[in-house]
């Protein structure tokens, strides 16, 4: 069965800090692969998808993503975090075929201190 | 441009009951999806409609129920409720079919609480 494993649950950081968000998935076939966010008092929102092509994806607000097949990993990524950034990161996968079903990472909170 | 809407915000029911959860697609889009955001589970696919059809189904029991309108507005029906089923229901809707490039757009969700 499908499944997306996200490492961290919880992560602080200051301002300015780096930021990298691990994602891995077990899925056999070909991938399409989602990070979506949810701001405090918001709806999830897309932040950047990989289905083909550049395994490097540039997002909004300045988040990219590296799919790494090999690794089954799809990492977030941002040089320097805003307080702004504070939200829940959830990473989501769909497999090949028409199912229409996003398989959820468990989500991973993220605190921005100022 | 209008996103996807659902309601009502929050709905309180009480063990046993049926909950009735509505979505409105966002205009264009065919396919409606529905997702259950429980405590500790995550989120979880329920249920895809498009054209008025199930076109797939999450693993979840013959309780949960839905239905897509001709307008493409979509209905969520849960029976006999049970505890665990107090979650944030989410809907999100896209273009048909739903190919890679599509992105599902996330509504605000229905809070449901059963006592």
């Known amino acids: 069965a499908q499944s997306v494993s996200q490492h961290n649950h919880h992560v602080i950081l200051s301002e300015a800090a780096s930021l990298e968000l691990g994602c891995n998935y077990s899925?056999?076939?070909?991938?399409?692969l989602f990070w979506y966010v949810q701001y405090p008092g918001q709806h999830l929102q897309l932040l950047l998808k990989?289905?083909?092509?550049?395994?490097l994806v540039k997002g909004i607000k300045g988040f990219e993503a590296e799919f790494i097949k090999s690794k089954f990993s799809f990492n977030l990524r941002k040089p320097s975090v805003q307080w702004s950034d504070t939200a829940e990161y959830f990473c989501a996968v769909m497999g090949s075929g028409n199912t229409g079903k996003l398989i959820f990472g468990q989500g991973t909170t993220l605190q921005v201190k100022p | 441009e209008a996103g996807v809407t659902q309601s009502p915000t929050h709905l309180i029911k009480t063990r046993g009951q049926q909950a009735t959860l509505r979505c409105s697609p966002i205009?264009?889009?065919?396919?409606v999806y529905w997702y259950q955001q429980a405590l500790g589970l995550g989120l979880q696919f329920l249920l895809w409609?498009?054209?008025?059809?199930?076109?797939n189904r999450g693993n979840f029991p013959p309780r949960f129920s839905g239905r897509q309108f001709p307008n493409y507005s979509s209905e969520l029906n849960v029976n006999a409720l049970e505890l665990e089923d107090s979650a944030l229901y989410l809907c999100?809707?896209?273009?048909?079919?739903?190919?890679?490039?599509?992105?599902?757009?996330f509504g605000p969700g229905t809070r449901l609480t059963v006592l």
């Open positions: 205009s264009g889009h065919t396919s």
């Open positions: 999100a809707s896209s273009f048909y079919p739903p190919t890679p490039a599509d992105t599902q757009y």
């Open positions: 990989y289905f083909s092509g550049d395994p």
């Open positions: 409609y498009d054209e008025g059809e199930e076109r």
């Open positions: 899925y056999g076939g070909t991938v399409n």
